[in-house]
């Protein structure tokens, strides 16, 4: 069974700091580009960041380029989202997706359930 699990959501204050985790399993992780995705309410869903499985090549949102890092760990099936800096507007549901290449070609075979970021002012 295909699984991406997203954990470490929470409520942070403003200028705080989260590391969400994306935990995958049931396909060949290496195969896929993992990409984080976010929907406010009342918003569209904005793409945020991706990495490459084929040379690690990173994507960022200019909205969060700078407060934003992504990073994987192979070994651990594990992608994650290390987030600084945050902000009110940062407040979102946050998804991540497995993406139908090695490379971010933000088209997404597999999607998590998301992880609730709250960020206080």
């Known amino acids: 069974e295909v699984q991406l699990v997203e954990s470490g959501g929470g409520l942070v204050q403003a200028g705080g700091s989260l590391r969400l985790s994306c935990a995958a399993s049931?396909?060949?992780?290496?195969?896929?580009?993992i990409g984080w995705f976010r929907q406010a309410p009342g918003k569209e869903r904005e793409g945020v960041s991706c990495i490459s499985s084929s040379d690690g090549s990173t994507y960022y949102a200019d909205s969060v380029k700078g407060r934003f890092t992504i990073a994987s760990d192979n070994a651990k099936n594990t992608v994650y989202l290390q987030m600084n800096s945050l902000k009110p507007e940062d407040t979102a549901v946050y998804y991540c997706?497995?993406?139908?290449?090695?490379?971010?070609?933000?088209?997404?075979?597999?999607w998590g359930r998301g992880a609730l970021v709250t960020v206080s002012s």
């Open positions: 997706a497995a993406d139908h290449m090695r490379l971010c070609s933000f088209l997404y075979d597999y």
């Open positions: 049931g396909f060949t992780f290496d195969d896929h580009a």
